[in-house]
Every structure is written in structure tokens, then in C-alpha cells.
């Protein structure tokens, strides 16, 4: 088994850059290789929404919303997924998680349902003011 353990949300103000991370870490057993990474988030009354998803190879997919001002990235070495948001708008503030799947990603995040994703982040909260 693994955990997740996510972190680098806080209150920040629209424009501006932040990195979230993940980290994934044994809890027991072995460090189960995760071949499709993600963020999702998610607010006050509303469904889980995916953001962004990669790759073992580094090929990325994100929602529409976010294309051209986030950036998904991995360290392989360092078991670590990160998300770099910039020019953030009021509407990014959100609890984001990130999910891990043993399995291949699917072709877009769209075809990606939280359902797939075995292992999941507790969740770093990020507010964007105007």
C-alpha cells in the first residue's frame, strides 16, 4: 500500500504562481510503480473535477479551463507529481488532490472518472482572491 501526501496550496492572489506537490511513499510492502498521475479538484457543493493527468512517458492532458496556464509534471526518482499553476484566477480556488493508478492514463482527463484512481492525496486547499 501507499500513500500520498500532498502539499503547496495556500491563499494567493489572482495572477501570481504557485507549485503544488505529491509525494507517494510506502506504506506497506513496495513502492507500486504509478503510471498515470493526477490532480482533481473539487468545491463546496460540486463534483470532483479532473485537472490535469500524465504519463509514464510524460505526456500530459488537461481540462480546458487550465490549458495554457498549468503545467503537470513528474520526478520519477523522487516518486513526486507536481502541478504549476500559474495566472491563477478566483475560479482555480478549489481543494486539490492528487490520484495515482497503476493502470495506463486515458486519453484525456475528461475519460478519466475518480473511480479509476487507487491512490489519492488528502487534499491541499488553494484560494485565489481577485
Known amino acids: 500500500q501507499m500513500k500520498l501526501v500532498a502539499s503547496g496550496g495556500g491563499s494567493v492572489q489572482a495572477g501570481g504562481s504557485v507549485r503544488l506537490s505529491c509525494t507517494a511513499s510506502?506504506?506497506?510492502?513496495?513502492?507500486?510503480?504509478?503510471?498515470?498521475w493526477a490532480w482533481f479538484r473539487q468545491t463546496p457543493g460540486k463534483e470532483r473535477e479532473g485537472v490535469a493527468a500524465?504519463?509514464?512517458?510524460?505526456?500530459?492532458t488537461y481540462t480546458e479551463s487550465v490549458k495554457g496556464r498549468f503545467t503537470i509534471s513528474r520526478d520519477n526518482a523522487k516518486n513526486t507529481l507536481y502541478l504549476h499553476m500559474n495566472s491563477r484566477k478566483p475560479e482555480d480556488t478549489a481543494m486539490y488532490y492528487c490520484?495515482?493508478?497503476?493502470?495506463?492514463?486515458?486519453?484525456?482527463?475528461?475519460?478519466?472518472?475518480?473511480?479509476?484512481?487507487?491512490?489519492w492525496g488528502q487534499g491541499t486547499q488553494v484560494n485565489v482572491s481577485s
Open positions: 490520484a495515482g493508478d497503476a493502470y495506463v492514463c486515458g486519453p484525456s482527463i475528461a475519460s478519466m472518472p475518480t473511480t479509476r484512481f487507487e491512490y
Open positions: 510506502v506504506v506497506l510492502g513496495y513502492l507500486e510503480n504509478i503510471h498515470c
Open positions: 500524465i504519463d509514464d512517458g510524460g505526456t500530459a
